[in-house]
């Protein structure tokens, strides 16, 4: 795959995962964050049933003794992440504190991958990701009009913290078990294995809230469903496979600026000039841990 080929996939995954957060906002009015994670993944197991069912020759087989670790790899790597930061957003967790917190994931891969997959950590890479850690600050805290960092709970930023913990393990446990498997059979199991997890939290709540959704929280659900997640985390393992876990998580910094972006077309959300800058910054370290690994490629 050309290297901007391989641009073009990532950007796919941050533009479906920057039009989540706005989205979720709009599932949690209608929807309890339990509830919502639930409706999504189901649509998510849908999905993926009838792609097995329908293209067979894309997937992996899944081995027995796989089935145990990939189950824990969907249901704490991606339900409890999802749990933790829907309980955030819920329980007054800002979204400017939410970003930040969430922006710790880049920095989780890179210290997980240096101990547990041998990544060398390079300084052009180490500069990329501070540039990008340093714009996604700039407009957690000034890139909207009216922005707060307010944690009314401890609990609900902890939640938030360990939804960040479990997508950087989700990542590290991924990039190992993807020497037996291809990216999208790996997604797909470890989805559908995950998401047996959430049967224990399906009570008469879903029925009820589900009955009296509106035509904005269905387009929520089938949104985050198909493209945030079926189609978003396919690509990130399908990325995984490709290259290092420490020069893919540096787009996870553009995710904020995307999210921004669709709150200011959706929300109505105002946003300033701090925005155009912290966005400057996001991709500036974006061109130069690409610039580096082309120059890798190249060289190889």
């Known amino acids: 795959m050309k290297n901007w080929q391989f641009f073009l996939m ?3 995954a941050v533009i479906v995962w920057g ?6 906002t709009i599932g949690l009015k209608e929807l309890s964050f339990i509830n919502l994670t639930i409706m999504r993944f189901l649509v998510v197991c849908v999905v993926f049933i009838l792609l097995i069912i329908l293209k067979f020759n894309w997937f992996s087989k899944l081995h027995k003794k796989d089935i145990i670790p990939i189950f824990f790899l969907g249901f704490l790597g991606v339900i409890v992440y999802h749990f933790g930061l829907n309980y955030g957003q819920q329980n007054n967790v800002s979204p400017g504190a939410a970003s930040l917190i969430i922006a710790t994931i880049p920095v989780l891969i890179l210290i997980l991958a240096s101990i547990f997959l041998k990544e060398k950590i390079t300084r052009v890479k180490f500069l990329g990701i501070i540039f990008a850690l340093f714009g996604v600050v700039i407009i957690s805290l000034w890139g909207k009009e009216n922005t707060s960092l307010e944690i009314e709970y401890i609990v609900a930023a902890l939640a938030v913290f360990l939804a960040a913990i479990m997508a950087a393990i ?31 939290f399906v009570s008469g709540s879903l ?28 690509i990130w393992y399908i990325a995984l496979k490709i290259k290092n876990a420490s020069e893919i998580s540096i787009y996870l910094y553009a995710v904020p600026v995307i999210a921004t972006l669709v709150s200011y077309f959706v929300l109505h959300d105002k946003i ?14 974006l061109l130069l841990v690409n610039k580096r690994t082309k120059k890798l490629i190249k060289e190889s």
């Open 19 to 24: 039009c989540a957060f706005p989205l979720i």
């Open 170 to 200: 989700y990542t590290i446990v991924g990039k190992k078990m993807l020497n037996r498997y291809n990216g999208i059979s790996l997604t797909a199991y470890a989805l559908l294995l995950g998401s047996l997890g959430l049967i224990p």
């Open 272 to 285: 300033t000039m701090f925005f155009i800058l912290g966005g400057a910054f996001v991709f500036l370290g």
């Open 10 to 12: 990532m950007m796919t």
């Open 207 to 234: 029925i009820s809230e589900v009955g009296s959704l509106s035509f904005n929280g269905w387009f929520a659900v089938f949104f985050l469903g198909i493209f945030s997640t079926v189609i978003g985390y396919g």
